[in-house]
């Protein structure tokens, strides 16, 4: 395929039939990614823009490209890609709690995943991989799927496998194109896997006492003593491994251990923090930007990064330099009037925070009545997005329309967003924890409302180094998660929701943080100082 030649069609490329035309956008991003001399391409592209038929269409054209990782950050974003896309060879893998381990019994209630496998405890089992017959497929599930996902050229996976595969397995080969979906959260995936906890419960298993320093120093000096005696007693036990269930888990739990004693011993004290609490130690990089090609970019010529929030913010916190990075801002193709972003500054003033008044919070619920009262009649379904469970609880309480109010604990998120797809409106789901991975398209969601800026607790050793050392940082990671929120209801151009936000901190913050949103989002922002009417399309 040449630039000047025409792109195929989605349907010529074997795509579903649902896929039967490209956008103009999507043209012109195809085109970035295949037609440019950078290593990275940058691709901020709104909702609905259609950013996996590119990856895949990059993957599938790139001159270049011979293998290909789709990288995604969620278990549902791999479900609709391996649904789109399995048609023209995507593989799908995950980790491998998601795969029934068939050398142990169904106990507990459930049937254990290959993650508890007695191969894991130096049992020899004989599904297991035998590093004596390379090249024979083993009858394993998982690394079955594993021995399959090295032989493939298109391969999706998320970031967790991703990383957990390369840094303690085989890993699954080598890629020419690595494309990242929702990589607004590259940065925070990547964050996850390098941080370390080590818990007082952990400590008394390897015969030591908690800590109490602070310095990453004594701790690295610590993990060095502990993971010597702690690797002969794992050996030992892999040597002449336990026949019961409950004496492999122990050996597993060990192993998880020296894991961590060998990363935390290797540590440079300059580049690395530790939050010490009533218990538990964390230790994390004060800049991801340091690792991320060791375990995310693992010098893949080619890399593609899409996602919908995705600023040039997103990209130096992965340490991509500005003279390697094709940057793309692709326009919106929803009307401005479906997507409405309204900030209601009536008066008297409301500032949603830790230090509110009883008056404030009261003014704040009421503000959030008073929306609901204009759209409940009109049968309306919306989403309150609480940001925290104690501003969830406080309106479930008090809210005159707590009836039609659907929520959940830290468990039953999916059990709760089935329950309210599944009702007739009206009704509102109220829940803190939904900004990203779910879509309510349509009927689903009409109206929004964000009850507070989400600028996350700062207060943490870790999270307050990193906000000194960066003082975007904070207001950074609220846009992200604020723009993530507004974008979960308008899926197509025919669909529209409203999006009220009820915090009147976010006057001085969208003009403080304005450079880390999109033009699609700013476009739509509106100011007023009323109780704004139910849209009208």
């Given at each position: 395929?040449?630039k000047?030649?025409?792109?195929?069609?989605?349907?010529?490329?074997?795509?579903?039939?649902?896929?039967?035309e490209?956008?103009?956008?999507?043209?012109?991003?195809?085109?970035?990614?295949?037609?440019?001399?950078r290593?990275?391409?940058?691709?901020?592209?709104?909702?609905?823009?259609?950013?996996?038929?590119?990856?895949?269409?990059?993957?599938?054209?790139?001159?270049?490209?011979?293998?290909a990782?789709?990288?995604?950050?969620?278990?549902g974003?791999?479900?609709?890609?391996?649904?789109?896309f399995?048609?023209?060879?995507?593989?799908?893998?995950?980790?491998?709690?998601?795969y029934?381990?068939?050398?142990?019994?169904?106990?507990?209630?459930?049937?254990?995943?290959?993650?508890?496998?007695?191969c894991?405890?130096?049992?020899?089992?004989?599904?297991?991989?035998?590093?004596?017959?390379?090249?024979?497929?083993p009858?394993?599930?998982?690394?079955?799927?594993?021995f399959?996902?090295?032989?493939?050229?298109?391969?999706?996976?998320?970031f967790?496998?991703?990383?957990?595969?390369?840094?303690?397995?085989?890993?699954l080969?080598q890629?020419?194109?690595?494309?990242?979906?929702?990589?607004?959260?590259?940065?925070?995936?990547?964050?996850?896997?390098?941080?370390?906890?080590?818990?007082?419960?952990?400590?008394?298993?390897?015969?030591s006492?908690?800590?109490?320093?602070?310095?990453?120093?004594?701790?690295?000096?610590?993990?060095?003593?502990?993971?010597?005696?702690?690797?002969?007693?794992?050996e030992?036990?892999?040597?002449?491994?336990?026949?019961?269930?409950?004496?492999q888990?122990?050996?597993r739990?060990?192993?998880?251990?020296?894991?961590?004693?060998?990363?935390?011993?290797?540590?440079?004290?300059?580049?690395?923090i530790?939050?010490?609490?009533?218990?538990?130690?964390?230790?994390?990089?004060?800049?991801?930007?340091?690792?991320?090609?060791?375990?995310?970019f693992?010098?893949?010529?080619?890399?593609?990064?899409?996602?919908?929030?995705?600023?040039?913010?997103?990209t130096?916190?992965?340490g991509?330099?500005p003279?390697?990075?094709?940057?793309?801002?692709?326009?919106?193709?929803?009307?401005?009037?479906?997507?409405?972003?309204?900030?209601?500054?009536?008066?008297?003033?409301?500032?949603?925070?830790?230090r509110?008044?009883?008056?404030?919070?009261?003014m704040?619920?009421?503000?959030?009545?008073?929306?609901?009262?204009?759209?409940?009649?009109?049968g309306w379904?919306?989403?309150?997005?609480?940001?925290?469970?104690?501003?969830m609880?406080?309106?479930?309480?008090?809210?005159?329309?707590r009836?039609?109010?659907?929520?959940?604990?830290t468990?039953?998120?999916?059990?709760?967003?089935?329950?309210?797809?599944?009702?007739?409106?009206?009704?509102?789901?109220?829940?803190p924890?939904?900004?990203?991975?779910?879509?309510?398209?349509?009927?689903?969601?009409?109206y929004?409302?964000?009850?507070?800026?989400?600028?996350?607790?700062?207060?943490?050793?870790?999270?307050?180094?990193?906000g000194?050392?960066?003082?975007?940082?904070?207001?950074?990671?609220?846009?992200?998660?604020?723009?993530?929120?507004?974008?979960?209801?308008?899926?197509?151009?025919?669909?529209?929701?409203?999006?009220?936000?009820?915090?009147?901190?976010?006057?001085?913050?969208?003009?403080?943080?304005?450079?880390?949103?999109?033009?699609?989002?700013?476009?739509?922002?509106?100011?007023?100082?009323?109780?704004?009417?139910?849209?009208?399309?």
């Amino acid at each position: 395929m040449s630039k000047h030649a025409p792109l195929p069609t989605p349907v010529e490329l074997g795509f579903p039939p649902k896929f039967r035309e490209w956008y103009g956008e999507q043209v012109e991003a195809i085109d970035r990614c295949v037609f440019n001399d950078r290593r990275f391409t940058a691709l901020a592209m709104p909702t609905g823009a259609g950013k996996s038929p590119v990856g895949v269409a990059t993957a599938l054209l790139h001159p270049d490209v011979r293998r290909a990782l789709y990288l995604t950050s969620t278990k549902g974003l791999q479900d609709q890609l391996e649904q789109d896309f399995n048609p023209v060879g995507l593989f799908d893998l995950r980790g491998a709690r998601n795969y029934p381990c068939e050398a142990l019994e169904f106990r507990y209630g459930r049937q254990p995943g290959c993650d508890e496998g007695p191969c894991h405890s130096g049992v020899t089992c004989p599904l297991a991989p035998d590093r004596k017959q390379l090249g024979i497929r083993p009858d394993c599930q998982y690394y079955g799927r594993v021995f399959d996902a090295r032989r493939r050229t298109l391969v999706s996976t998320n970031f967790a496998m991703y990383f957990a595969g390369e840094e303690y397995a085989e890993g699954l080969g080598q890629f020419d194109l690595l494309i990242i979906d929702e990589a607004h959260e590259a940065d925070k995936e990547l964050e996850a896997f390098l941080t370390l906890e080590i818990t007082s419960e952990e400590t008394r298993n390897i015969g030591s006492q908690f800590l109490g320093s602070v310095r990453v120093e004594d701790w690295r000096d610590w993990a060095t003593f502990y993971k010597q005696t702690l690797a002969m007693k794992v050996e030992q036990q892999e040597a002449f491994p336990p026949s019961t269930y409950e004496g492999q888990r122990e050996t597993r739990r060990l192993k998880a251990i020296l894991a961590k004693l060998k990363r935390l011993s290797v540590v440079l004290p300059v580049d690395w923090i530790a939050d010490i609490g009533e218990g538990v130690a964390k230790f994390a990089p004060m800049k991801i930007a340091a690792y991320a090609e060791q375990h995310l970019f693992r010098g893949i010529p080619h890399v593609v990064l899409m996602s919908a929030t995705l600023t040039r913010k997103t990209t130096q916190l992965l340490g991509i330099r500005p003279t390697d990075l094709e940057f793309w801002e692709c326009p919106s193709r929803f009307p401005v009037l479906h997507r409405p972003v309204i900030s209601v500054n009536t008066s008297p003033t409301v500032r949603v925070d830790a230090r509110m008044s009883d008056d404030t919070k009261y003014m704040w619920m009421r503000r959030i009545d008073r929306l609901i009262d204009a759209r409940r009649p009109l049968g309306w379904k919306g989403i309150i997005h609480t940001v925290s469970y104690v501003r969830m609880r406080e309106l479930l309480t008090a809210s005159e329309h707590r009836d039609i109010m659907i929520t959940h604990d830290t468990a039953g998120t999916r059990e709760a967003i089935r329950i309210f797809k599944q009702s007739a409106g009206p009704c509102l789901l109220v829940s803190p924890s939904i900004v990203t991975g779910y879509d309510f398209p349509d009927d689903e969601c009409r109206y929004s409302i964000i009850g507070k800026v989400p600028l996350p607790d700062m207060r943490g050793a870790i999270m307050k180094a990193r906000g000194e050392f960066d003082k975007e940082y904070s207001g950074y990671l609220a846009m992200q998660k604020l723009v993530q929120a507004c974008g979960r209801a308008v899926r197509n151009p025919y669909d529209w929701c409203e999006t009220l936000i009820v915090d009147d901190h976010f006057l001085w913050f969208i003009r403080k943080y304005r450079k880390h949103a999109p033009r699609w989002f700013l476009d739509a922002i509106e100011y007023v100082e009323c109780f704004p009417e139910p849209l009208e399309v």
